[in-house]
Antibody, heavy 123, light 112 residues
Framework: EVQLVESGGGSVQPGGALRLSCEAS????????MSWVRQAPGKGLEWVAN????????YYVDSMKGRFTISRDNAKNSLYLQMNSLRVEDTAVYYC????????????????WGQGTMVTVSS | DVVMTQSPLSLSVTLGQPASISCRSS???????????LNWFQQRPGQSPRRLIY???DWDSGVPDRFSGSGSGTDFTLKISRVEAEDVGIYYC?????????FGQGTKLEIK
């Protein structure tokens, strides 16, 4: 079964940093656009960032540009999210997601989701 | 950014009855390649979201055929022909025609 498993969540103080990881299995990770999507407690979904299969292009929501960095290591089938200057409002479950991109199902048709990792930013 | 507005935000439906959720975008979602990247997701309680519908009206074989999507331009609808107990959850539309991708607020479906 195809799978995405996130790790690296936890508690951090405002202004701190965390690095989330996501390990992919049983699908062609190196040919896949990948995304991070987050969900604050009791709130809706928010797209965070996307990265091209070869890592050469990235896209972010404006509020996270300059603070968050999405990256990947195709040799390790792994996706990362480096989060710096964390704010209380960044508290959320962060999901690692596959974006089919320009494939048959099209952009944003997120077809594989991880179970999520919780990030809590609090003093 | 494209603003996605769903209505209603909550829905209480009797088992076996239909349900309909509207999703409106602040700009046309037709991309330069002619496709409309409007997707629907379902999030059951305590679970990760799951894709239901992609490109307005297409769906995977694992999605029950009581779910259907329609619409064009800026106006889209998710319909459930006969609500079942397993349909309880929150439904989100999301546009991917323009960066940044944006979700609707979500519509909570419960059984009456």
């Amino acid at each position: 079964e195809v799978q995405l498993v996130e790790s690296g969540g936890g508690s951090v103080q405002p202004g701190g940093a965390l690095r989330l990881s996501c390990e992919a299995s049983r699908f062609s990770f190196s040919n896949s656009w990948m995304s991070w999507v987050r969900q604050a407690p009791g709130k809706g979904l928010e797209w965070v960032a996307n990265i091209k299969p070869d890592g050469s292009d990235t896209y972010y929501v404006d509020s996270m540009k300059g603070r968050f960095t999405i990256s990947r290591d195709n040799a390790k089938n792994s996706l990362y999210l480096q989060m710096n200057s964390l704010r209380v409002e960044d508290t959320a479950v962060y999901y690692c997601v596959r974006d089919p991109g320009s494939g048959a199902t099209g952009w944003g048709a997120f077809d594989i989701w991880g179970q999520g990792t919780m990030v809590t930013v609090s003093s | 950014d494209v603003v996605m507005t769903q209505s209603p935000l909550s829905l209480s439906v009797t088992l076996g009855q239909p349900a309909s959720i509207s999703c409106r975008s602040s700009q046309s979602l037709v991309y330069k390649d002619g496709n409309t990247y409007l997707n629907w997701f379902q999030q059951r309680p305590g679970q990760s979201p799951r894709r239901l519908i992609y490109k307005v009206s297409d769906w995977d074989s694992g999605v029950p055929d009581r779910f259907s999507g329609s619409g064009s331009g800026t106006d889209f609808t998710l319909k459930i022909s006969r609500v079942e107990a397993e349909d309880v959850g929150i439904y989100y539309c999301m546009q991917a025609t323009q960066w940044p991708y944006t979700f609707g607020q979500g519509t909570k479906l419960e059984i009456k």
